[in-house]
Every structure is written in structure tokens, then in C-alpha cells.
């Protein structure tokens, strides 16, 4: 019974893949060395493919760092920014809940300072605004030769690695798969609401990953993994934005 039971969830799964559209489209990475794209750079390549990422600007000074801040108004976030220093925050290079060009200015000068004692390549400041939602979840996916892409979703912020309150998907896939998947993590009741609470959105963050499986997928390699965290998500589907994102090329 086991086995006839096995049997059936693959033809299913089998059925499931043949039904999911498999026309690629191309992937275009920007040109230069290094394993990893800049913030800005992933958060680009994301966007091209229509996925939702918080509205930000690169500056390559503190002064258009301030003219950033103008721009883009309220509750702040300023990073810096190079491909040689893909994790920011022991570098002291990500301050959160900045307002005021003046601010900023200072928090760039002081960020384009470390990463020139660290000769990090390109170096420039991301300002972006500060998304908001009811909670963080992570999205990443990995290129597995002889397997494809694969897609993971789950709990995401600081703790990702400590909770492991996630699940994985081989694309191509679709949306419906990725509910079914999240109906399954420990977060699931606080995603669903409770005491009260309304549920979250989540009909935008499945179209994400499914987009980033098919990004991956359509990559064939170019791309080794893309690490989305946090992805914020709340009650409307507009707050569904990702806040951080990393992409590896292929060694």
C-alpha cells in the first residue's frame, strides 16, 4: 500500500510538471568578476523579471546619497554596497530607520570609508525605503546539475538558518504547489491569522517564487543560488517586497 501510494503522488507530481508552462525566457547578468552580484545589481536582475523589491537608489557619493533620501522620503535603510562584501551587516555597513539627507550623508560618508579599508570593488551606498510588513519570510533557490532548480520558502530574518522552518520545491512549479508547501511550515497559523489576526496576502509571494524557479531555471547554470531575505509580506499583496536579495554567479 505504501508503494502504490508512493506511485500515485509521483504520476501526480509527474502530471503536475507536464501541465506548468516550460517556454524559457533569457537571462541577462551583468558583466564582471566575482562570484556574487552587488545588492544592487540582484536587485535589478530580480526586478527584470517582474519580481516586487523595495524602491531604493545607488549612490556613488555620500552628497547623491542625501539627494536619495530626499527622493525617496520617510523611514530609511542605507547600505553599502560592493560584490566583494556580499554580508553587510559585520561590517557594519547596514543602519536601519534613518530619516533626513543629512543623516544619510553622514552614514555614507562613514560607509564608503570601510569599504575602501576593505578594497571592496565598486563600491557605492544603497538608500532604500523601509518595507513594513507582518512578517519576514526567506525565498532562495540553487541550480542542482542534473536536477534543476530548486526553490525554497519558509521563515525567513536573522534566525533563517537557527529555525529551519522551511520548505523546498523542484521547478518548474506553480502557485498553487507553493501554498501547499507553506500550509505545511510551523508559521503556517500565524500566516493563516490568528487571535484575531486578518490572514496574510500570500497570492503575491507564491507568484515570487515561482518566478525565481523559473529565473533559475532559465539561467541553466549561470546562476549558482539567489538568497531573497527578508521578503516582507502583510495583509494586501502590495507589501509583498523583497528587502535584500543575493545572487551567486556560477564558479
Known amino acids: 500500500m505504501a508503494a502504490l501510494g508512493q506511485f500515485m503522488r509521483h504520476a501526480e507530481l509527474r502530471a503536475r510538471r507536464a501541465a506548468?508552462?516550460?517556454?524559457?525566457?533569457?537571462?541577462?547578468?551583468p558583466a564582471g568578476a566575482g562570484n556574487f552580484l552587488s545588492e544592487a545589481a540582484s536587485l535589478a536582475v530580480l526586478a527584470a523579471r517582474g519580481i516586487p523589491v523595495v524602491p531604493h537608489r545607488l549612490c556613488a557619493s555620500a552628497d547623491e546619497a542625501a539627494s536619495a533620501a530626499q527622493a525617496l522620503g520617510g523611514d530609511l535603510v542605507v547600505k553599502g554596497c560592493s560584490p566583494d562584501v556580499p554580508h553587510k551587516?559585520?561590517?557594519?555597513?547596514?543602519?536601519?530607520?534613518?530619516?533626513?539627507?543629512?543623516?544619510?550623508?553622514?552614514?555614507?560618508?562613514?560607509?564608503?570609508?570601510?569599504?575602501?579599508?576593505?578594497?571592496?570593488?565598486?563600491?557605492?551606498?544603497?538608500?532604500?525605503?523601509?518595507?513594513r510588513g507582518r512578517r519576514e519570510l526567506v525565498v532562495g533557490a540553487r541550480w542542482l546539475p542534473g536536477y534543476g532548480a530548486t526553490v525554497l520558502?519558509?521563515?525567513?530574518?536573522?534566525?533563517?538558518?537557527?529555525?529551519?522552518?522551511?520548505?523546498?520545491?523542484?521547478?518548474?512549479?506553480?502557485?498553487?504547489?507553493?501554498?501547499d508547501r507553506l500550509r505545511g511550515l510551523r508559521i503556517w497559523p500565524l500566516l493563516a491569522g490568528v487571535r484575531g489576526e486578518a490572514p496574510v496576502a500570500l497570492g503575491a509571494l507564491c507568484r515570487l517564487a515561482v518566478a525565481l524557479g523559473e529565473l533559475v531555471a532559465d539561467a541553466q547554470g549561470a546562476i549558482a543560488s539567489a538568497d531573497?531575505?527578508?521578503?516582507?509580506?502583510?495583509?494586501?499583496?502590495?507589501?509583498?517586497?523583497?528587502?535584500?536579495?543575493?545572487?551567486?554567479?556560477?564558479a
Open 228 to 250: 531573497l531575505n527578508p521578503v516582507f509580506v502583510g495583509e494586501s499583496e502590495a507589501q509583498t517586497l523583497v528587502a535584500d536579495a543575493l545572487i551567486e554567479r556560477a
Open 89 to 131: 551587516t559585520e561590517h557594519g555597513l547596514v543602519r536601519v530607520g534613518v530619516e533626513g539627507g543629512a543623516q544619510v550623508r553622514v552614514l555614507a560618508a562613514e560607509m564608503f570609508a570601510r569599504l575602501a579599508a576593505l578594497q571592496a570593488r565598486d563600491a557605492a551606498v544603497l538608500v532604500a525605503q523601509r518595507a
Open 153 to 179: 520558502v519558509g521563515d525567513g530574518g536573522t534566525y533563517v538558518e537557527a529555525l529551519g522552518d522551511v520548505a523546498l520545491l523542484l521547478a518548474p512549479f506553480d502557485e498553487r504547489e507553493v501554498l
Open 20 to 29: 506548468v508552462p516550460s517556454a524559457a525566457r533569457p537571462v541577462a547578468l
